[in-house]
Nanobody, 122 residues
Framework: QVQLVESGGGLVRPGDSLRLSCAASGGTWSRNVMAWFRQASGKEREFVAAHFRMDGGTNYAESVKGRFTISRDNTKSTAYLQMNNLKPEDTAVYYC???????????????WGQGTQVTVSS
């Protein structure tokens, strides 16, 4: 079993930055891929970013490339999502997820955190 706990959400203004954290425990193999998804009100959950434990590689949705950075500190079993130059359209509940395999589809991820709200508004 993998447990994921997110933190770091909040209310910010356009152009501000936030860093989300995802503390993980259990099931190292099931954490080969650590990913962030988001779900805006009335919309489907969408892929944001992923980090691959085996080679340290990353993957991003086009909408966040150049603004968001995903990283992982294996010593702390924690993944991070640094979000810069935030826009109102980034407003959503952000979820951390883990999987043994890579995909941008939410259905690929068995383990999920509880979510943290990010609101970008002037």
């Amino acid at each position: 079993q993998v447990q994921l706990v997110e933190s770091g959400g909040g209310l910010v203004r356009p152009g501000d930055s936030l860093r989300l954290s995802c503390a993980a425990s259990g099931g190292t193999w099931s954490r080969n891929v650590m990913a962030w998804f988001r779900q805006a009100s009335g919309k489907e959950r969408e892929f944001v970013a992923a980090h691959f434990r085996m080679d340290g590689g990353t993957n991003y949705a086009e909408s966040v490339k150049g603004r968001f950075t995903i990283s992982r500190d294996n010593t702390k079993s924690t993944a991070y999502l640094q979000m810069n130059n935030l826009k109102p359209e980034d407003t959503a509940v952000y979820y951390c997820a883990s999987s043994a395999t890579w995909s941008t589809r939410p259905s690929n991820y068995r383990y999920w955190g509880q979510g943290t709200q990010v609101t970008v508004s002037s």
